[in-house]
């Protein structure tokens, strides 16, 4: 089990940003980075969600399968820092940035709605959560993981005041890049690589997706190519 106090800035007024996208696209063309979709983001035609339509009512039990992977997936990241690791080797604090499910989210919010509970990130009267990570499922490489949340029982300090100071700017480090419908048309047909320009995607193109160092064994990030299934803590370099 982890326990991570949630962290949010003094001027924020929300602790937490949502990105919806799409994965695996295009097919075949080996580990490409997420594509924001611009129905969701924008409420503007997204030709990546007509193709998954389409593929959904095909018939074709490949292509069912593909939609499935390339479905726009929810998921929503927070600033955190791990209560019983909370340092860097240097002294300095060690941020985290949380990527979790939107099921899981729901959960956590439901916490935050409850006055009962208050601001879970207050520095000062604020709750750490116990995440428990357990496999339930597995098939080669691939791990089904499910994620137990509990709120502690009561209100705690932030062991580290200075880790506010440390925070990740989230709308620059997953920023929301939305192609235009044409463009979009290109990308999914492998005609334009939108991270170079070139007109073509290499086969093993290799993901670019802001990926920060230090992925920790206990939560297994997912995989490049597909929607992240599994909740990820990713490393602070500060």
């Keep these: 089990p982890r326990v991570v106090r949630i962290l949010r800035g003094p001027n924020d007024s929300t602790f937490y940003r949502v990105r919806s996208q799409h994965w695996g696209i295009p097919v075949g063309h080996g580990n ?6 611009s129905k969701k983001h924008e409420d503007t035609p997204c030709y990546f969600c007509e193709m998954v339509n389409e593929y959904y009512n095909s018939g074709d039990p490949r292509q069912n399968e593909l939609a499935r992977k390339s479905k726009a997936s929810v998921s929503v990241i927070a600033n955190v820092i791990d209560v ?7 002294g300095t604090p060690k941020v985290l940035i949380w990527q979790f499910s939107w099921k899981l989210f729901q959960e956590v919010r439901s916490y935050f709605r409850d006055p009962d509970y208050g601001d879970l990130t207050h520095p000062e009267t604020g709750r750490n959560f116990k995440i428990t990570a357990s496999v339930v499922s597995s098939q080669g490489a691939r791990q089904w993981t499910r994620y137990d949340l509990q709120i502690g029982a009561k209100p705690t300090e932030l062991d580290v005041p200075a880790a ?4 990740y700017d989230l709308d620059n480090t997953f920023p929301v890049k939305v192609y235009t419908y044409d463009e979009q048309k290109m990308i999914f047909d492998g005609t334009w690589d939108p991270r170079t320009g ?3 995607l290499p086969s093993s193109a290799a993901s670019v997706a802001p990926k920060l160092d230090g992925p920790e064994p206990e939560l297994p990030s997912a995989a490049a190519t597909e929607s992240p299934k599994d909740d990820e803590f990713q490393t602070s370099k500060d």
């Design 32 to 37: 490409t980075p997420p594509l924001s979709c």
């Design 164 to 167: 506010l100071d440390h925070l």
């Design 84 to 90: 019983k690791d909370p340092l860097n080797d240097d």
């Design 198 to 200: 070139s007109k073509s």
